[in-house]
Antibody, heavy 119, light 110 residues
């Protein structure tokens, strides 16, 4: 069974940093591109970042470029998101999402981890 | 850059058919595949349509997708509505390498 389990969320002050993790199981992690997608409270979905299996294609939404860094460890089957210079606009649920083999759509999602940026 | 615009909410009765649209603001809707995601209250999203009109295995054939170049929009049609279909639905496409989501449509089945 495919499982994606996010962790690392919490309360952080504006300007602070947080590192999210996503642990994968039930599939060949190194074969899939992975993504972070977030959802502000009561709002829609927003793609945050993508990283391919070889870690040579990494993309970010303009809203997080220069502040967030996505990485992965294929041996540990884990995906990470280092978030710096956080603002209130970064508050929300952060989902780890797997790409299908064609990198066309998110075929599995984790349950999400909450990030609250507040003083 | 472009936006994907969805109507905020729609409602329909059980057994009926509903169509949710997603309009691309710039560029052709046919330029990039459109995906649709269902998000039930309190749950993570799941994919119901990919590559404009393809259904993942396990998704009911009551769900269908299409694109219309004349209106530059994509549509998700759900037939034989069930109460379990009540959810938020999001369209998603590509702007270069970036993923773009529509704002979502809340479907109420009453």
């Amino acid at each position: 069974e495919v499982q994606l389990v996010e962790s690392g969320g919490g309360l952080v002050k504006p300007g602070g940093s947080l590192r999210l993790s996503c642990t994968a199981s039930g599939f060949t992690f190194r074969s899939h591109s992975m993504n972070w997608v977030r959802q502000a409270p009561g709002k829609g979905l927003e793609w945050v970042a993508s990283i391919n299996s070889g870690k040579n294609y990494i993309y970010y939404a303009d809203s997080v470029k220069g502040r967030f860094t996505v990485s992965r460890d294929n041996t540990k089957k884990s995906l990470s998101l280092q978030m710096n210079s956080l603002t209130a606009e970064d508050t929300g649920v952060y989902y780890c999402a797997r790409d299908d083999f064609g990198d066309l759509y998110f075929d599995f999602w984790g349950q999400g981890t909450w990030v609250t940026v507040s003083s | 850059n472009f936006m994907l615009t969805q109507i905020h909410s729609v409602s329909a009765s059980p057994g009926k058919t509903v169509t949710i649209s997603c309009t691309r603001s710039r560029g052709s809707i046919a330029s990039n595949y459109v995906q649709w995601y269902q998000q039930r209250p309190g749950s993570s999203p799941t994919n119901v349509i990919f590559e404009d009109d393809q259904r993942p295995s396990g998704v009911s054939d009551r769900f269908s997708g299409s694109i219309d170049t004349s209106s530059n929009s994509a549509s998700l049609t759900i037939s034989g509505l069930k109460t379990e279909d009540e959810a938020d639905y999001y369209c998603q496409s590509f702007d270069g390498v970036n993923r773009v989501f529509g704002g979502g449509t809340k479907l109420t089945v009453l």
